[in-house]
């Protein structure tokens, strides 16, 4: 697949079918992850893998009931939790060096992005949830203070195509020299 194909095609999946996801499959997936970008190559995520139904079922109590991957978090092979290490991107020595502090958020994104279009290339599919009780979370999966659940996905073969949304045109987002907004 080309890269612009897998870009454009990806989408958040919902309904997954019950087939197992390879130990080999997974491994693809998460080679994905070890090539994303990090601040200063810190590379401070972390990736918790649960197949167990016991502890995907408790994971799943994290979500608020209205949120639609409600039921993806029982209904998939495989839920993918990535955390972030604290207090390593984004700082040298204990000092931050931009206005956002810590750049956890901005390294695991980057990671999760590169999870997600691995995955779909590899005829996965997967939904980044972000909204749930990151604390209750935490403890289900005996994460440590210094690492944080930041987001999880999801993850297997889909039982249906993902809606294509709309998308805004480039002229609504690109500005030239200086911001127009």
């Not at 993806?72 to 000092?95: E, F, I, N, Y």
């Not at 060096?97 to 810590?102: A, C, K, P, R, S």
């Not at 695991?108 to 939904?127: D, E, F, M, P, R």
Request: aromatic share 8%; net charge positive; with cysteine.
């Amino acid at each position: 697949m080309e890269l612009m194909e897998v870009i454009k095609g990806r989408r958040s999946i919902r309904k997954y079918r019950p087939d197992p996801v390879p130990d080999e499959v997974l491994q693809k997936v998460f080679e994905g992850v070890r090539w994303a970008p990090s601040w200063a190559n810190t590379q401070c995520w972390e990736v918790i893998v649960v197949k167990d139904a016991k502890v995907k079922s408790e994971l799943a109590t994290t979500l608020n009931k209205m949120n639609p991957a409600l039921s993806s978090m029982t209904g998939a092979p495989v839920v993918l939790a990535l955390c972030g290490k604290k207090g390593v991107s984004g700082l040298h020595k204990s000092r931050t060096f931009t206005v956002e502090g810590d750049w956890l958020l901005f390294d695991t994104g980057i990671a999760i992005q590169n999870l997600c279009l691995t995955a779909y290339s590899l005829g996965l599919g997967t939904v980044i949830i972000g909204s749930f009780d990151h604390k209750k979370a935490q403890e289900i999966l005996g994460v440590p203070q210094n690492v944080e659940v930041v987001a999880m996905t999801p993850l297997g073969y889909p039982a249906a195509e993902g809606m294509t949304p709309k998308r805004k045109e480039i002229s609504e987002f690109v500005f030239q020299e200086k911001y127009r907004g």
